[in-house]
């Protein structure tokens, strides 16, 4: 079954302006047009769902790209899987030190954050460098 690219945005979730960015770099291919409209094989939406996957765990797009072998088909290698996990696992860590942190500070009885020693150790860390950015997010480093 053929669908347009309004079709397989609707049935994706995926915005259009997703859906031609994803064609540029190769995630995805049309197989033809109607009009100016490019068409999809039903099959994308599986693709979509393994991109979508892919980026929640972390993953850029090229190394989605890379997940695909030259039959289109999912080539998922193991180790990478385990890698990523294994980041996740230091990036989970790291999140929930800040997190503790910033609760710490919101419940802290000293009469202000400057006057908490927990609060000044996070705080002189940032100032340090300690915190580096990971893609959308901040993560600390020994904090």
């Known amino acids: 079954m053929q669908l347009d690219i309004a079709q397989v945005a609707q049935r994706s979730g995926t915005p ?8 540029e770099k190769g995630l995805i291919a049309s197989i033809g ?21 892919g980026r929640l765990a972390g993953f850029s797009l090229e190394e989605i790209g890379g997940m695909f072998g030259a039959d289109g088909k999912p080539r998922i290698d193991r180790p990478v899987l ?12 790291r999140l929930s030190a800040m997190r503790e942190g910033l609760r710490h500070a919101a419940d802290c009885a000293a009469p202000s954050h400057m006057e908490c020693p ?6 002189l860390a940032a100032g340090a ?6 893609r959308r997010s901040y993560v600390a480093e020994g904090v």
Do not use: C
């Open 82 to 93: 385990l890698a990523k996990a294994d980041e996740l696992d230091v990036t989970i860590k």
């Open 129 to 134: 460098g300690k915190f580096k950015q990971q």
């Open 16 to 23: 259009a302006s997703t859906l031609r960015f994803y064609e």
């Open 33 to 53: 047009r109607r009009g100016l409209r490019r068409l999809f094989d039903e099959t994308v939406l599986e693709r979509l769902a393994l991109i979508a996957l």
């Open 118 to 123: 927990h609060f000044r150790r996070i705080m």
